[in-house]
C-alpha cells in the first residue's frame, strides 16, 4: 500500500466516524501523508452576534486538516497545543479551504501548520498544531 493509499484509509476511517466534521459540511479535497486539504461553505447558524463567523468554525476546520493530517501516516495521533490567528473577517457563504502541512515528524511529535483561506484565495486564518504521536496503529 502507497502512503497516499494509507492516509486515504485512515482519513476515511476518521472522517465517516466524525459527526461534527460532517455536520460542519466538510468536503474532503486531497489525503496524503503529511497533509491535509479540506473545503466547507459558511452557513447562517455557523454565524456570531457581529454577523461574522465564529471563530470555533475556522478553528474546528482548521483542528480536522490537523486531525486528518497527522493520523495520515497510520499511527494514531492527538493534538496537545494549537493555536490560531484570524487574519480576515469571514461571513455568511465564504467558501473556506484549510491546508494542513506537516512541518516536522519525530517519533513521538509533529508539527503543523494550517493555512486557511477563503474563496478570493485571501488568508482568514493561520493555525499552528502540535500532535503527539501514541503507539498505536490504525486499523485499515
Not at 15 to 25: A, H, T, V
Not at 91 to 118: F, P, Q
Amino acid at each position: 500500500m502507497t502512503k497516499k493509499e494509507l492516509a486515504t484509509k485512515v482519513v476515511d476511517k476518521m472522517y465517516f466516524n466524525d459527526p461534527f466534521s460532517l455536520w460542519l459540511g466538510i468536503e474532503r479535497i486531497e489525503d496524503d501523508a503529511g497533509r491535509s486539504t479540506l473545503r466547507m461553505t459558511v452557513r447562517k447558524e455557523m454565524l456570531n452576534g457581529f454577523g461574522t463567523a465564529h471563530g470555533g468554525i475556522t478553528f474546528s476546520l482548521a483542528d480536522s486538516a490537523l486531525a486528518f493530517a497527522s493520523n495520515s501516516h497510520g499511527r494514531q495521533a492527538v493534538s496537545i497545543e494549537t493555536s490560531i490567528s484570524h487574519t480576515v473577517k469571514v461571513k455568511e457563504g465564504d467558501v473556506l479551504t484549510a491546508i494542513a502541512e506537516e512541518e516536522n515528524l519525530s517519533h513521538k511529535i509533529g508539527n503543523y501548520r494550517v493555512v486557511v483561506k477563503n474563496q478570493h484565495d485571501m488568508v482568514v486564518a493561520l493555525f499552528k498544531g502540535i500532535v503527539y504521536r501514541t503507539s498505536r496503529d490504525w486499523e485499515v
